[in-house]
């Protein structure tokens, strides 16, 4: 609870609205930095990490899912083809871990704590980028080959 003559530690002249989960300083309506649910001053704001996101973490599972399909058709490609199977189910994977990591990062970039999403959601974006691209040529070079 804020004492109703709580004043904000930066703005003297304002009345506190919340006080900082870590340092417990009053903070007015401007100094208050929502990490999550909790009321952060600007300070312990930066400090305060988010656990990783679930976004973030699918994306990157969706990645390697991909890049798993590609790497088992590659290595059973000689005694049973998964052929189609091979190119359906990466290049989705791969295009949705794409959109997926990319919203996230923008996310998370704008939001407080949360540099661990935002660091996994790039790698999930980096995983994810060939992974789509390698399909696309895969995909297109199957068409190329059967329309000639
Ligand atoms: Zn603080
Ligand atoms: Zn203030």
Do not use: N
Not at 1 to 21: F, L, N, T
Not at 38 to 57: G, H, I, N, Q, T
Not at 94 to 123: C, D, K, T
């Amino acid at each position: 609870m804020i004492p109703s003559a709580a004043r904000c530690g930066e703005h003297p002249e304002v009345a506190a609205v919340d006080v900082c989960k870590r340092c417990g300083r009053f903070l007015c309506g401007d100094c208050v930095e929502l990490v999550g649910e909790d009321a952060y001053c600007a300070a312990c704001a930066a400090k305060v990490a988010l656990p990783l996101s679930k976004v973030a973490r699918l994306a990157v599972a969706l990645a390697l899912f991909g890049w798993g399909v590609v790497g088992v058709a590659v290595l059973t490609s000689r005694e049973h083809p998964l052929g189609v199977l091979a190119v359906l189910l990466p290049g989705p994977a791969g295009l949705v871990a794409m959109v997926v990591a990319v919203l996230e990062w923008r996310r998370a970039r704008r939001a407080h704590g949360e540099q661990r999403s935002q660091r996994v959601a790039f790698v999930a974006l980096v995983l994810a980028a060939p992974l789509f691209l390698l399909m696309s040529v895969l995909v297109a070079y199957g068409v190329f080959m059967v329309t000639r």
